[in-house]
């Protein structure tokens, strides 16, 4: 049995679906809020749809990976296994280095659930 899963025992990047479920009923109750909280949100940009699985084809498997901001916000996302929506660190090195070259004013920002 795995141990229970704190924010102090174990960085958020390595909890698993199993590890949210050993937490207490009322954590788990809030990550499942957060978990379906995501599922509605790609339902409403139609992201997925349930189809048969056509023969001689795989299914995509998926994971849960779970995150806490530093404002203590927790973050669900659902992502296909051998996909990763983020920017290679390349790319933000060329923008840097072009904003540098240019006098280009750069700014940060979240954007939630981009898609």
């Excluded at 795995?2 to 954590?27: C, M, N």
């Excluded at 189809?51 to 927790?74: A, S, Y």
Aim: aromatic residues 10%; hydrophobic residues 35%; charged residues 25%.
């Amino acid at each position: 049995m795995l141990p229970t899963v704190s924010a102090e025992s174990k960085p958020y990047h390595k909890w698993t679906y199993r590890d949210i479920q050993t937490l207490p009923s009322d954590q788990q109750t809030e990550w499942r809020k957060v978990c379906e909280t995501e599922l509605n949100i790609l339902k409403e940009q139609n992201i997925y749809e349930y189809v048969d699985v056509p023969k001689g084809h795989k299914v995509i498997n998926n994971c849960w990976v779970f995150d806490v901001k530093p404002n203590d916000c927790k973050c669900a996302h659902l992502v296909a296994k051998g996909f990763s929506p983020v920017v290679r660190f390349e790319t933000v090195r060329l923008m840097l280095a072009l904003a540098s070259l240019e006098n280009w004013h750069i700014e940060g920002l979240n954007v939630r659930s981009a898609y």
